[in-house]
């Protein structure tokens, strides 16, 4: 079925990494884009090359640049690559506003698109990634306390669906949202575990310090729009602003998006506050540029099910030849948590995605006609 035009929801929801990328390019290559592609040094599952691509509508100087980005967290770029695909399909119908460019950057964590993982060939959660690690590390004592939780031994049928009950109790308790920001939240002590920081700058994060200032640092406003999933009622978009976000860029998107905009951590946000985001760490590398960084987060599956594809993956990467015969069952299990195969959720994300690219462009060329920053 193909609810949307030019998009074919059936064809997306087999997709793997290296055919959203095709569809990606060969879309950024019919609207016109210029594309350039930082390549990953490994491979994927079937040996595949892997890449993060830049493609960019508009001119190369232009002032106001709204950026969307996809696949920080791996797997979650079929999501983003799907918004990306579809955009660029429109686009090449439309003009885009005079003064204002668009640049796609597709699969920011190319390694984990390819083989299921939110994480990276290190495991790093490329958004907890971007702290200072010339300083002492954060220690997330709560994220130690709750570890037992999501670190079984085995990962069968009675166990997991053992896990499963365990870990649905404990997230429906009194302290359920306390355990899982204590879980999801970010940590540096366990390199096995889930949502690892890292302890040193993650390849994507080395990518983009290179990368960003080379490409916007003539601008005078950026938008930002990094589209996740995963986390929220299925098939919603929370539009959330990072904690590192100054009070300016605040405005920038009430003014833009409406009232419906959180801040990452916030009581009304379906996100746990999280440290080293990339975004907040790309507006430091362009202290010239007005940076208006959201990330678009939609709902998949509910959260203790989000949170069991993720204890299974960390699972199965502890011993990934080992545990070969399970990594099928761990990846459907991933990938449905983080982009479900049901062409109304796809729809859903699409509808709500291209409204709010719509809204960035006019934001941005009704603020450079008016010039303000
Ligand atoms: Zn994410």
Redesign the pocket.
């Known amino acids: 079925m193909s609810a949307i035009p030019g998009h074919d929801a059936a064809a997306t929801a087999g997709e793997n990494y290296t055919e959203a990328r095709a569809r990606f390019l060969s879309s950024a290559r019919a609207a016109g884009a210029e594309i350039s592609s930082i390549d990953h040094p490994l491979r994927g599952p079937a040996g595949q090359a892997l890449a993060t691509d830049l493609a960019w509508l508009g001119p190369a100087n232009a002032q106001a640049v709204l950026l969307i980005a996809s696949g ?2 791996g797997v ?1 770029g079929h999501c983003g690559s799907m918004v990306q695909t579809a955009w660029l399909r429109a686009a090449s119908r439309d003009r885009l506003p005079d003064g204002v460019a668009v640049a796609l950057l597709h699969a920011i964590n190319p390694f984990g698109f390819a083989w299921t993982r ?1 994480t990276d060939h290190e495991n790093i959660d490329i ?1 907890r990634n971007w702290v200072d690690f010339a300083r002492p590390l954060p220690v997330n004592a709560a994220y130690l306390a709750h570890e037992g939780l999501v670190r079984p031994e085995h990962w069968d049928g009675p166990v997991r669906a053992a896990f499963h009950a365990v870990l649905e109790d404990a997230a429906s308790g009194t302290d359920g949202r306390a355990m899982i920001a204590a879980l999801t939240s970010g940590q540096h002590d366990r390199p096995d575990g889930l949502f690892f920081g890292g302890r040193a700058a993650s390849w994507s994060r080395a990518m983009l310090e290179d990368l960003l200032p080379r490409a916007f640092r003539h601008c005078r406003q950026l938008a930002i729009i990094d589209i ?3 986390l929220g009622p299925f098939g919603r978009g929370e539009r959330m602003i990072p904690a590192g976000a100054g009070p300016a860029a605040r405005v920038r998107a009430g003014r833009w998006y409406g009232l419906g905009v959180t801040l990452v951590g916030g009581e009304d946000s379906v996100s746990a506050a999280v440290t080293g985001d990339w975004m907040s760490g790309a507006a430091r590398l362009l202290p010239e540029v007005a940076v208006t960084p959201v990330a678009m ?1 939609f709902g998949t599956r509910p959260v203790v099910q989000v949170l069991e594809a993720l204890v299974g993956d960390a699972w199965l990467w502890r011993d990934r030849p080992g545990r070969a015969d399970h990594a099928g069952d761990v990846m459907a299990a991933t990938r449905d948590a983080f982009f479900p195969a049901d062409p109304v959720w796809q729809g859903m994300i699409l509808g709500q995605a291209l409204a709010m690219i719509g809204q960035a462009l006019e934001g941005l060329s009704h603020d450079l006609s008016e010039n303000i920053e």
Do not use: Q
Request: proline share 0%; aromatic share 0%.
């Open positions: 920080a967290h979650e939110r958004n996740h999933s995963g987060e």
